[in-house]
């Protein structure tokens, strides 16, 4: 079936931002990360007394996790300022295609990248825990790889370094993975709540923790080992994804049409 001609620039975006994968070896870092987490895998259980497989699958999942995301993150971060560097947006933007098309396009194709990134480590997950906890654990790794995307995409077109795009891209982050912990320290019993600095350091780590995506219950570890624990827990994940990327996507086309090429 032939697509629509507002489509077609696109899906071909699309398709080119996600063969860049292959032409600068990312997926083979991703097959490397695969091969380290058995490694690390059989490290962890030579050194477990007990619940050796379960030790297994948590730490692995935890490490995989994260190394996936620095490299999604590298990676979207030099391909969007390559872009820039070699002009090929401005090429792209004098075609008759509106900036939110490129935008689309560049997502989708980053997309495709998320996707090929979390399959690897979904199947080595299989290998450690049981299939149902790998399906869902790998569903919420792609899930929080797409967050991770928008992202990167957002920051890497506001920041015309790619070293400060990386490393705001790593603080929002890093606010998103641990939100949770600093409001419950926020609100923690033997916190002096009477003071008024104490109050508004805490009405600060609220609206922080309203603001910013609840990263630290994607992909947790101990659904591999717990797997009675992730019932229901996937819906939350899949809306709170859906809100997030809407968000992030309007600020991103925000700052883009206000940009000058």
């Known amino acids: 079936m032939k697509l629509p001609m507002t489509l077609q ?3 071909i975006i699309a398709r080119y931002t996600a063969l860049e994968a292959l032409r600068t070896r990312y997926i083979w870092l991703v097959v490397a990360l695969c091969l380290a987490g058995l490694g690390i895998s059989q490290f962890v259980g030579s050194l477990a007394i007990t619940e050796t497989q379960a030790s297994q699958a948590a730490i692995t999942a935890a490490l995989s ?3 996936a995301v620095l ?3 590298l990676f979207v971060t030099t391909s969007v300022h390559r872009d820039f560097s070699d002009k090929s947006v401005e090429l792209m933007l004098s075609l008759p295609l509106p900036r939110a098309g490129l935008y689309v396009g560049k997502l989708a194709g980053y997309a495709l990248v998320a996707v090929f990134t979390a399959l690897p480590l979904t199947l080595l997950m299989l290998l450690l825990a049981p299939f149902g906890a790998s399906l869902a654990w790998g ?3 792609l899930l929080e790889l797409l967050l ?3 992202m990167s995409l957002l920051f890497a077109f506001a920041f015309s370094q790619a070293t400060a795009a990386v490393a705001v891209t790593l603080l929002f982050y890093l606010l998103g993975r641990s939100i949770a912990a600093m409001q419950l320290m926020a ?3 033997m916190h002096d709540s009477g003071e008024l600095s104490a109050r508004f350091m805490t009405g ?3 609206v922080m923790a309203y603001l910013l995506p609840d990263l630290d219950r994607f992909a947790p570890g101990h659904w591999l080992v717990y797997p009675d624990t992730l019932v229901g827990q996937l819906q939350p994940l899949l809306v709170q994804t859906l809100i997030y990327l809407g968000l992030l996507a309007g600020v991103a086309l925000f700052d883009l ?3 000058n090429f």
Do not use: M
């Open 187 to 189: 609100h923690a019993p």
């Open 148 to 150: 991770v995307c928008a």
């Open 71 to 73: 490299l999604l993150i």
């Open 9 to 11: 620039p696109v899906t």
């Open 65 to 67: 996790r994260l190394a």
């Open 139 to 141: 569903i919420s790794l």
């Open 257 to 259: 049409y206000r940009k």
């Open 204 to 206: 600060v780590v609220d």
